[in-house]
């Protein structure tokens, strides 16, 4: 029996806010992934039109944001321009 080979997977050097990083792996911890997989499932989630967290994870998420000091996710998101709704 053959198995297929799994992903081809790359290190990226990404740089990203700290306390998003910080709440980030709070949460692939809860979940019990590696960073870079729940990364992987929040864009395929995203580019899928899929919301990856139910009502009481995002309520979790929430929580882990105001303890890290990210409180409003969406307000530090980059300069004023950064962000479109189409590519």
Known sequence: MSRQPGPDRVQTGVRMERRLVKVLKAVAELRNLALGELL?????????????????????????????????????????????DAL
Request: aromatic share 6%.
């Open 40 to 84: 992987e499932e929040l864009v395929r989630d995203a580019f899928a039109g899929r919301q990856t967290f139910s009502v009481p994870a995002l309520a979790q998420v929430g929580e882990l944001a105001r303890i890290y000091g990210l409180d409003s996710p969406a307000a530090d998101s980059g300069p004023e321009g950064d962000r479109t």
